[in-house]
């Protein structure tokens, strides 16, 4: 079993940045593959991105690649989210998500086997 709880969401203006912390509970967590999806009102969670086990291997939504950047502690169980020229549509609630097989990334929710609670970002314009 491993708990997650996310960090750092909140209020920010079109262009700010943010970072999201993601912290697990657990001797296990290196073995996990991460993720981030988003959930914005009245929509279907999405993919964000994720990061394999070792950090080897990430993958972007096309919409934020290049603005946003996963990426992990092992020694800390802690997944990060780091969020640069945000935009109003950027607007969701932001779950971390842990995946036992740890070698893949996979984009869709059914692949993963914890969650946390969210934690909501709001982008201002």
């Known amino acids: 079993q491993v708990q997650l709880v996310e960090s750092g969401g909140g209020l920010v203006q079109a262009g700010g940045s943010l970072r999201l912390s993601c912290a697990a509970s657990?001797?296990?967590?290196?073995?996990?593959?991460m993720g981030w999806f988003r959930q914005a009102p009245g929509k279907e969670r999405e993919f964000v991105a994720a990061?394999?086990?070792?950090?080897?291997?990430?993958s972007y939504a096309d919409s934020v690649k290049g603005r946003f950047a996963i990426s992990r502690d092992n020694a800390k169980d802690t997944v990060y989210l780091q969020m640069n020229s945000l935009k109003p549509e950027d607007t969701a609630v932001y779950y971390c998500?842990?995946?036992?097989?740890?070698?893949?990334?996979?984009?869709?929710?059914?692949?993963?086997?914890?969650w946390g609670q969210g934690i909501q970002v709001t982008v201002s314009s």
């Open positions: 990061i394999t086990r070792n950090g080897g291997s990430t």
């Open positions: 657990g001797r296990t967590f290196s073995r996990y593959a």
């Open positions: 998500a842990a995946r036992r097989n740890g070698l893949y990334i996979v984009v869709h929710t059914t692949g993963y086997d914890y």
